[in-house]
């Protein structure tokens, strides 16, 4: 299996939604983004992702913790429910 770095995050707000999500992200050393949908396969898959940040946070599958969304890519660095990705640059 493949690691991957996160290096920049794309965020969209669902219809009806009161918050925004990972859409989109780019991947160290790759062309073009790629969808949220996708990472979670590869994630579920065996492939290990984290955010390029010192120190890096390990990515997961997690569902949101303010909707019912099951399929959500966060991190939780030192043990608290911070999402490192959220810290990472913007596109």
């Not at 062309?31 to 390990?58: C, E, M």
């Amino acid at each position: 299996m493949a690691t991957y770095s996160i290096t920049e995050v794309h965020l969209e707000r669902a219809p009806g939604a009161t918050h925004d999500h990972i859409a989109r992200v780019k991947l160290l050393g790759q062309k073009g983004d790629y969808a949220r949908s996708q990472i979670i396969v590869w994630i579920r898959a065996g492939h290990v992702f984290y955010t390029y940040a010192n120190p890096p946070a390990l990515v997961y599958v997690h569902p949101c913790p303010f909707c019912s969304a099951s399929d959500y890519i966060t991190t939780h660095p030192d043990s608290t429910p911070r999402n490192n990705l959220l810290d990472l640059p913007r596109y």
